[in-house]
């Protein structure tokens, strides 16, 4: 996982383990969608054009994916892009354990 940063005033959720990173989100969501498909990498990126290499970065959260690249991916899996980011959120937010005054307006 990368390194989390402290900013002032934005303290790091009460856990042992920090959030996850939006990229490891999209990564988990993508790789749960593609095996649930029971598709492999190879088909997923060939039909997305990217190479397989690339996609198993993004897969492990590795790599930051531009948009252009998570809608054809999200595309060769069969979601939009809403979609695909919809479902990222949610992981997101499942996983997350907010804290501090900005939790209170959540």
Known sequence: MGEVIRFPGHPLPDHDKPA???REAAGQVIREERSRQERTLADVAGDAGVSTQYL???ERGRK???SEVLEA???ALGLGLVDLT???TRTLRAGARPTGPLALAA
């Open 86 to 88: 919809g479902r990222v």
């Open 64 to 66: 930051e994916p531009s």
């Open 56 to 58: 198993s970065e993004i």
């Open 20 to 22: 996850p990173l939006w």
């Open 73 to 75: 991916v999200g595309g």
